[in-house]
């Protein structure tokens, strides 16, 4: 009797284990996430406390920032009237050409990293922001001024955030490279790790690619806005058969110290 | 008092999760928590193997987000502390030997199934790096919550298994 119910706990244990494996390998192929929502909401509320208590840590950095940020503050008040006044003249040349939107026109919500498991430390995160700030999948985020990957697996306080370095990254990127007054188009390939640079492959066009040159993106897809600073070139070199370039391209993005993202929306209410 | 420690070691990951990032002390405090508090399971592994797969699962859904993969590693873990501690007496240092072989196994294991799945690229050193992070915190929390459930048992007369 007893070596009977050994047998069966042992039976029930195993199934469980091997049960658990099949339903995690398929909840993370499928990316079934939906029946988290609730708890992953719930805990945001804790997050809130956490963050009122400990939030100050960096207070020495945050003032040294605050310094510069105040010296920055002087130049951005001159781009601002700038900005407003090329604002009205492209608004006045949309109406003129009856244009609805430019492929640069985008919106913004600011958020914090809330989590970041080190299991897939280089694939995602996650954010404190979700539809409660009309985020939606596969929407762009920057941190630092530099895109660092798309939005996924939103839910209504919060979002993950697929990485660029995510070396399963599930977009083409269309980027376009700044070389004096003209740009040159490419697609964004994969990003290495050990160098920290991504790739960017089909450039056809026989044209020198300065070090240093910008990268951006070219707003030629539904998901990006023009625009959006990708990093810069690092080096070049071509591909296996001589025909294009390789351009290896330099994020100023330290992806091992994300804290504060902004996401980015393509088009204007 | 286990679902008490639970609960706040729950809290405490949280808060070491916003405090330490990416640094030499990766928490896996709810996984520390399963091993210290297995002496105060006495003989019922039936409940404490339940216990394993619970905080689990629990695990899952408030920080992996990959559901029941914590959940069955803690099982695994969970028999394989028994296994140590049906052979071992339970004192401070065989608590720590039981630490170091969880943090070990949850993490090769995670490794091997992101690995198997495609989510990581295969990575011995990000691996090694990952076990030897995770091994400092835990073992100075293990350390600590092993002292003072030693001490709260002692005082308040709470049966463990010695």
């Known amino acids: 009797m007893h070596k009977k119910e050994k047998n069966k706990r042992t039976i029930i244990i195993l199934s469980s284990i091997i049960l658990s494996i099949i339903i995690a390998t398929i909840f993370i192929k499928k990316n079934f996430n939906i029946p988290s929502y609730g708890i992953k909401d719930g805990m945001m509320y804790v997050n809130n406390i956490i963050t009122r208590i400990f939030g100050n840590k960096d207070y020495y950095k945050l003032e040294k920032e605050n310094e510069k940020l105040k010296e920055e503050l002087e130049q951005y008040k001159d781009y601002k009237s700038l900005n407003e006044e090329l604002n009205n003249e492209i608004l006045k040349l949309k109406e003129t050409l009856s244009i609805e939107e430019l492929i640069s026109d985008r919106e913004y919500a600011f958020g914090t990293v809330i989590n970041r498991n080190f299991d897939y430390w280089q694939e995602k995160l996650i954010i404190n922001i979700g539809k409660n700030k009309e985020i939606e999948n596969n929407m762009a985020v920057i941190s630092n001024g530099n895109l660092i990957g798309i939005t996924d697996d939103v839910s209504i306080n919060s979002s993950s955030v697929i990485l660029l370095s995510n070396h399963k990254f599930p977009l083409n990127i269309s980027v376009k490279i700044k070389i004096d007054d003209n740009y040159i188009y490419g697609i964004l390939n994969n990003y290495n790790e050990t160098t920290g640079t991504y790739e960017i492959i089909g450039v056809v066009d026989n044209i020198d690619i300065p070090q240093g040159s910008k990268v951006y993106t070219s707003g030629l897809s539904s998901t990006f806005p023009s625009g959006i600073l990708i990093g810069n070139v690092e080096d070049v070199t071509t591909d296996n058969f001589d025909l294009s370039k390789v351009i290896n391209v330099k994020s100023e993005t330290n992806f091992d110290d994300i804290s504060y993202v902004t996401v980015v929306k393509k088009g204007n209410k | ?162």
Request: include cysteine; charged fraction near 10%.
């Open chain 2, 1 to 162: 008092m286990i679902i008490i420690i639970s609960f706040f070691s729950f809290i405490l990951e949280y808060l070491f999760n916003y405090l330490l990032k990416k640094t030499l002390f990766l928490p896996l405090i709810t996984l520390t928590t399963t091993v210290i508090v297995r002496p105060f399971f006495k003989k019922n592994n039936n409940l404490f193997y339940m216990f394993c797969f619970i905080l689990g699962f629990l695990y899952d859904l408030i920080y992996t987000g990959n559901f029941f993969l914590s959940a069955g590693i803690y099982l695994i873990i969970g028999i394989i502390i028994n296994l140590i501690s049906t052979n071992m007496p339970n004192n401070i240092f065989t608590s720590i030997f039981k630490i170091i072989c969880a943090v070990i196994i949850y993490r090769t294991l995670c490794f091997l199934f992101f690995y198997i799945n495609g989510i990581t690229i295969f990575s011995i050193s990000n691996l090694f790096k990952s076990i030897y992070s995770s091994l400092l915190l835990n073992i100075i929390y293990g350390t600590l919550i092993y002292l003072i459930l030693y001490l709260l048992s002692k005082k308040f007369n709470i049966k463990r298994i010695d």
